[in-house]
Structure formats: structure tokens, C-alpha cells
Nanobody, 119 residues
């Protein structure tokens, strides 16, 4: 199957920047889309940004213009560049990988990394 390992995150002041990285291993040939979700305390997990193998990206309205997702197919990695961070961006961020048409049951998650934005 697919395993995901995240890095990055931490504490930053409002207006600052952070970069999250996620590396996929295992049966990476099964993957199509990769992306990031987040979950704040007391709230449901929500999509932040996703990107397909072909490079098509989609963003939550709340992060458009501030966050940018990129992917290195050869290295099986995905990054999330987060700029102009706000306190409401504080959450645990999870990397996700979804399967392609041949492996539609693939739905892998990383362990999560904490992002805290202070005033």
C-alpha cells in the first residue's frame, strides 16, 4: 500500500510563512491525487488543497491566493507553501493520497503535523 510521511509545520506569527512537505512511499504507482487537509479543535477535517498527477490544483476558498500546492512526481512528494498565515489557519494538517482509476480504493493519510499561528 501507500505510506505518507509529513514534515514541516510548527509555530509562526500571523503574516508569516511555513512549508509543509509530504513524501509517499510503498506502492506509489497507485496514486493519482495528493493533497492536504486540516482539522482544527472541535471542527471537522476540511480540504485545504489537492493536486492531480497532471498538475491540476484545487484550493479551499479560505486559502486561495495565500497557499500554493506543488508536486514532484519523480520524488513522490507534495509540498504546501503557506503564506500570509492567519490565526484561523491553526490546525493539524494531514497529507492525503488517493488512488488512480486502477486502484480507486487507495486513500492514505499521514500522521498529521501541527500548524499554530499566533497573533
Amino acid at each position: 500500500q501507500v505510506q505518507l510521511e509529513e514534515s514541516g509545520g510548527g509555530l509562526v506569527q500571523a503574516g508569516g510563512s511555513l512549508v509543509l512537505s509530504c513524501a509517499a512511499s510503498g506502492s506509489t504507482f497507485m496514486i493519482n491525487g495528493m493533497g492536504w487537509y486540516r482539522q482544527a479543535p472541535g471542527r471537522q477535517r476540511e480540504l485545504v488543497a489537492v493536486i492531480t498527477t497532471g498538475g491540476t490544483a484545487n484550493y479551499a476558498d479560505s486559502v486561495k491566493g495565500r497557499f500554493s500546492i506543488s508536486r514532484d512526481i519523480g520524488r513522490n512528494t507534495v509540498q504546501l507553501q503557506m503564506d500570509r498565515l492567519k490565526p484561523e489557519d491553526t490546525a493539524v494538517y494531514y497529507c492525503n493520497a488517493r488512488g488512480n482509476v486502477f486502484h480507486p480504493d487507495v486513500d492514505a493519510w499521514g500522521q498529521g503535523t501541527q500548524v499554530t499561528v499566533s497573533l
